[in-house]
Every structure is written in C-alpha cells, then in structure tokens.
C-alpha cells in the first residue's frame, strides 16, 4: 500500500521510458525511476525561487535608475514599492480636532523609521457639534485635504485613515456621540483613503495607556531592539490617570486584576502589557474629590467646598467640567502639607494597585506628572528631565509651607504636587524611584497618536507592519 501510494504520475512515466533497457531489474529500475522524478521536482523549485527573487531585483534595480535620473524630491514615487507609507491618525480631543499625517520607510531589519509628521489642529472640538453633526463636515473635509497634500495619490488607498475620540466625546450621551461618530465615517468613506471596521471610534483609558506606551517604545527604539529594555509610561490626565508597561516578570501576569493584562501584537512581536486607566483619579477630577465635591454636581446656593489643602485665609474658584465650584480653606492643627496629605491619603488609599515589580523597571512620566514637576522649578519647560519621587514630596512640602505663610498665585500647587506624591507612592514608587519627564523623545511629540497609528497600520494593512 505504501509503496502504491509513493508512486505518483511521474514515476509510472520514468519507469516506462527505461523500461527498454532495464526489464530484469526491477527494483533497481523503481529507485533510479524516483531520483529523475525528485531531481525533476528540486530543479522546479530553485527555478521557481530563482524567478521570484530575481523578479522584484529587476524591479528594484529599474528603481535606483530611475531614481539617478531624478532629483530626490521623487523619493515618493519609490512607495508604489512599500518602501516609504503614511498612515493619518485624527486626534478628536475636549478642545479641538487633530490631524497626524505620518511618513515612514522601511529600514533593512523590515522595522519601520518615522521619516516626517505632519499636525494640524482645528478648534472647536467635535463634540460642540453633539447638536448638529453635519456642521462638523467642513473642519473634518479641511483636515482631509492636508492628507491628501502631504500623501502621494497612488497611496491613498492603501493609507489608514483612523479617528480616536477622547474624554470630549465619552463624557457626551452616547447618543450624540454615535450621531457624531457615524457622521465622521461617512466623510472617511466618501475619502481616498483606506478605512476599516475600528477606523472611527470612541478610545477608552486603556487603549490610551497601550498607545502611548508603543509610542514611547518605538521612540526609544526598544521595539526594533532586542538588546533595549522597555520603558514604562506613567500619564496623569484631568479626568483619568494611566500606568503601563511590559511586565518581565511571570508573576505580574498571573496576580495582575482581570482587564489589567493587554495583548496584542506589533512589529511580528506579541506584547502583553500591563495597562490600567483610573477613571476620576486625573487631577482636576482628583481636587474635586480632595474638597469633598461631586463629580457633574453643582453646589447649592451659598454653599462652599471646604479643604484642608488650603488655610483658612483662602478663597478661592475651581471650575471643572463646566461646573464652577467656591472653595475656602480650613483651620488645621498641623502644618498644611500634613493636613493635605493626610486628606489625600484618605482619598487615594487602596484605590490604585500596587505592581511589586515597579521598582525594577524605568518609567516616562507626562501631562499632569510634567507640567506639575515645571510650576515647581522641578525641571525645564523644555527639555524636561529627571526627577526622584521625593523630589515631587519636598516640592509639595515647599509649595504647602508657602501658602501658609501668605496666598499666593498657586493656591493648588500644595494639593497638586501632594497628590503626585501619594499617588506615586500609592502606586509602588519607593521615594528614590527616578522618573524621566519628558515631552518629546527624539524630537518626536509623545502623543498616543503616533502608536494608535502603528497599531491600526499592522490591523488594517498587514503587508506594511
Ligand atoms: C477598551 O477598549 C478595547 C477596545 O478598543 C477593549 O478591548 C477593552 O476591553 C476596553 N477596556 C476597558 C477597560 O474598558
């Protein structure tokens, strides 16, 4: 049965041309029947190996040529290759709408290289059209034509055009913020360009967290590096506040919460990320809960918030989620920084996990974590820098002492820089944990915008990542 079934077509017709010469020898015959056959086979497939490597050489080789006989501003027209593509990322944030328009190219290792970036912003933000979505087709129609200025036209078709709502849209009724979605998608179809199932959508924390992070690690080069380790990402928002990273240790996967483990694959990579939004622990939405107010809830007539933040001399406005909010200090037996930590502590205690594994890893820290660490001369508006955690502590201990000698121009800078601390703590940072803050790495703006990118690309368009 075997040996029925090893002889196939090309056998029979092998054995029948020697069958002339070798009649006797049958089993001889049989074996010098199978080589021609597998010989036949070998030379079928180094000619077919030899075609396909030999044909895109041709092209590449026509390629170069044409390219000697042009100036380099034609270096696009080499994408009708795959070696140079874009991808557009709209940013629709609270305050405005954002187009990214990204040029790669493909490096030897087959990773890709950011080339350029091109950014627009237009204002208002999507969601005041919540009442009219047709009136957002203008700005949206607007922002669609840088891309296809900045994109060769042979490539509009094979470029992801993706939009990501932020906080502006979820804190909208999900109705009119579906209405406004489905808006946007029929613009992107009516588009050149390529748009998939996800291209148009409301992004939560996590994914924020994710997107960020890949930015991060691709600027840093530890995504096209095996030998770099990952960085971890720390962003303190208004409403939310995030933590990721790439857990190297087993036991961060196993004991993490339900949700906090991510996975997903990138560069013919899986990555298993630890990535957690806390919804209410941004700062703004963090004042208000350190003065004992609600979220979405205005105070009755008359009525003030009362903090152990401030001293008592203080009075003072906070206007958060359109809601404005009278604030006064209180009368506190200690010094301020105590009482306000102890308030905070309050607020903040075993509200966010604790990832033993933190002290082991290095962390970027932005938004909030940077913009904080400049009101208290902490680092350079501009460059950025490092700074150890009980660096963020004996700012705040200044800032509070400050405002209890006399009112100054920061009344929340004590509260602020306290929170950052305990949050900090809170979250598993020892006090001599460094953090790098940072705005750009590389040069490049850190924005999830860049990784959400990325992301998208190796979804919708596989043959590019
Ligand atoms: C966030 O959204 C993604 C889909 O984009 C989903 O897979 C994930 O479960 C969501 N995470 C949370 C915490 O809601």
Redesign the pocket.
Known sequence: MAGRREEGECGRRNRAAQSNSNREKKPLIMKIGRLPCVLLFVLCVVLFITYIKWKPRKEQALDSSDLQSKDTNDIGRLSSKNEIFYGIMFDAGSTGTRIHVYQFSRTPSGAPNLDHEEFRALKPGLSSYADNPLKCAPGINELLDIAKKEIPQNLWASTPLVLKATAGLRLLPGEKAQKLLDMVRELFKASPFLIGKDSVSI?????EGIFAWITVNFLTGSLTSHEKKHSGMLDLGGGSTQITFYPYSKNTLTSSPP?YITEFELFHNTYSLYSH?YLGYGLMSARLAIMGGEEGKALKEGEELVTSCLTPEHKTEFKHAEITYKIKGQKNDEPLYVSCYKRVLAVLGGKVERSKEIPNLFFYAFSYYYDRAVDAHLIDPELGGSLKVKDFDMAAKKECKLIEEAPGEKPFLCMDLTYITVLLQESGFPVEKELKLAKKINDVETSWALGATFYYTSIMNKQHL
Do not use: I, K, V
């Not at 992004?203 to 994914?207: A, F, P, Q």
């Open positions: 992004m939560n924390g996590t994914d949700g939004s």
